[in-house]
C-alpha cells in the first residue's frame, strides 16, 4: 500500500524531521510514504513532474487540508487532491478542527459574516459558501474529511485499499 502525502508540510522548517516522522507513522500501519521530498528535482518542471509521478504510483492521496497562508487550503495541495480524484484514485484530507468553512474564513479574516438576501457575505461583500462543510465543496464532497492529522486520515482508510 502506498500514500501520497500532499500538504503544505514541506515548507515546515523542521520538514525533515516531519517527514521521519510520517514515514514511521505510516510504516506502522503498513504503508508506505510517498512524500513530495523524496524525489530529487529542484526546477519547477521537475518538482511537477515527480509529484505526478508519485501521484499515479499511490494506492491513495493522504491530504493536509488545514489552512494555509489564509483561510483556504495550499493551492498546490487542492490541484494534488483534484488530479488524484480525475485519476480515480480515494483521498482522505484531514483538518485540525471541525468547523465550518464559513467560521473558518469569519477567523481568517476577524470579521462577522453578514446576511444578505440569504447568503452569508464576508467583509469584502463577498458570498462564502455555507453548507456546513470543513472545506470548500469541491473538496469536502468527494474526499473523505477527517478531524485530526495524518494518523486520523491512516485510521480511515478503507479496509482492503
Known amino acids: ?17 516531519w517527514a521521519e516522522d510520517a514515514r514511521a507513522l505510516c510504516a506502522a500501519r503498513g504503508v508506505e510514504a510517498l512524500i513530495p521530498l523524496d524525489g530529487d528535482a529542484t ?5 511537477y513532474a515527480q509529484n505526478i509521478a508519485m ?8 491530504a493536509n487540508l ?4 489564509g483561510a483556504e487550503p495550499d493551492s498546490g495541495t487542492s490541484f494534488e487532491v483534484g488530479f488524484a480524484l480525475a485519476l480515480g484514485k480515494p483521498v482522505i484530507g484531514y483538518v485540525d478542527e471541525a468547523c465550518s468553512h464559513a467560521a473558518r474564513v469569519a477567523r481568517w479574516q476577524g470579521a462577522e459574516l453578514t446576511q444578505n438576501e440569504g447568503h452569508v457575505l464576508d467583509r469584502d461583500g463577498l458570498s462564502v459558501e455555507n453548507f456546513g462543510l ?3 465543496l469541491m473538496l469536502a464532497v468527494p474526499a473523505k474529511i477527517v478531524v485530526g492529522g495524518l494518523d486520523e486520515a491512516l485510521a480511515a482508510m478503507p479496509a482492503g485499499l
Open 1 to 17: 500500500m502506498k500514500a501520497y502525502l500532499a500538504g503544505p508540510d514541506v515548507f515546515r522548517p523542521d520538514v525533515l524531521r
Open 55 to 62: 501521484i499515479r504510483a499511490a494506492d491513495v492521496v493522504l
Open 134 to 136: 470543513p472545506l470548500n
Open 43 to 47: 526546477t519547477p518542471a521537475g518538482i
Open 66 to 69: 488545514n489552512a494555509f497562508r
